[in-house]
């Protein structure tokens, strides 16, 4: 529901592919292929799925690509995708080991972001996955950042303290915090293609819910126990969000709420929603303290960045790449 800083794409191929668990079956279509990378294909149908997924990602933020964006948007994900294989060959090469328990540990994750069991099988079926091929997308997610993290990421310099405090002093007039809302939900799925019935179901279950809430039963639980959002491993937690971070019926329900009301039923494009405000900041410019560790990270993540895109360029100038 909201954009988060995924600096660089091709660190794992399901950041692409599977934020929706958007994939192909090859088998159901005539196979073709937008590139090769050192003999290795990749499909048109992986590159159209992971095109798809992003533009329905930032729909969910409230962005629309426009049609004349599209094609430098394919153009810039095929390039992502090309990276992100060389970065496999390469990680194929190095002694990572055995990850196959994060495997399977990143696919209960996926499928726990759906609530029930039932409702994972019935998006794989609908857009044609098989599972070993939703397997195969993560084991490459994995291997990739295992192979960043220890030939890449390892020798990495630490931040210094002088460097937070440059980089504070040069953006201190962008700190500027709007008023910003803690909020925690609980959310019931309605599909784009729901029946009047489905959606019914959907809010007599949220109601119930908010009924259970409102009487006094913890809120954490009920959402870890109900919510089918990826944040019910949380307890519903979404963290501080200004406004412009979430949909618009969303976000205008978290700001009328005070600390600690429940709101009624909210409606958005993703289903039925409870909402409930843990805290509240009034606008404010953020204090070095306050920001010292998020500075620490951004730095990290620019060199992390800038290591990746070195390591990229330097098994390109080695590869023979092949766009069709």
């Given at each position: ?8 794409i ?7 592919t ?5 994939s ?53 994900i ?9 970065l496999y060959?390469?990680?194929q ?8 328990k994060e495997?399977d540990?990143?696919?209960?994750n ?9 409702e ?16 195969e ?9 295992a ?5 890449v990421?390892s020798k ?16 201190k007039?962008k ?15 309605v599909?784009?293609k ?34 089918e ?8 937690d ?8 979430m949909?618009?019926p ?25 909402i409930k405000?843990t805290?509240?900041k ?29 390591t990229v360029?330097a ?6 790449i092949?766009i069709?």
């Amino acid at each position: 529901m909201r954009i988060r800083n995924n600096w660089f794409i091709a660190v794992a191929v399901v950041a692409l592919t599977l934020s929706c668990v958007v994939s192909s079956n090859a088998a159901a279509q005539k196979e073709s292929f937008a590139a090769k990378v050192n003999g290795a294909k990749i499909k048109t149908s992986t590159l159209d799925a992971a095109v798809n997924n992003y533009i329905e990602n930032q729909k969910m933020f409230g962005v629309t690509v426009k049609d004349e964006e599209k094609d430098k948007l394919k153009k810039d994900i095929l390039n992502e995708l090309v990276s992100a294989e060389l970065l496999y060959q390469a990680s194929q090469k190095a002694d990572i080991g055995d990850l196959s328990k994060e495997v399977d540990s990143q696919l209960e994750n996926i499928k726990k972001g759906f609530g029930a069991d039932q409702e994972f099988q019935k998006v794989l079926k609908e857009r044609g996955i098989e599972i070993k091929d939703l397997k195969e997308d993560i084991k490459k997610g994995s291997y990739i950042n295992a192979y960043l993290e220890k030939e890449v990421f390892s020798k990495l310099s630490p931040v210094t303290e002088d460097e937070k405090k440059q980089e504070y002093e040069t953006n201190k007039d962008k700190l500027n915090v709007p008023d910003e809302v803690n909020a925690s939900h609980i959310l019931i799925k309605v599909g784009e293609k729901a029946t009047p019935e489905e959606k019914q179901k959907a809010k007599e279950k949220i109601e119930a819910l908010r009924a259970r809430a409102m009487s006094g039963e913890d809120f954490v639980k009920l959402a870890k126990e109900n919510s089918e959002d990826a944040s019910s491993s949380n307890g519903g937690d979404l963290g501080y969000f200004k406004k412009g971070d979430m949909v618009k019926p969303f976000e205008d329900a978290a700001f009328g709420l005070e600390k600690d009301q429940i709101s009624p039923a909210i409606e958005t494009q993703f289903g039925y929603h409870v909402i409930k405000v843990t805290d509240k900041k009034a606008a404010h410019t953020l204090t070095y303290e306050e920001v010292s560790e998020d500075i620490a990270k951004f730095l990290l993540n620019k060199r992390k960045r800038d290591e990746v895109n070195k390591t990229v360029d330097a098994l390109r100038k080695n590869a023979k790449i092949e766009i069709f």
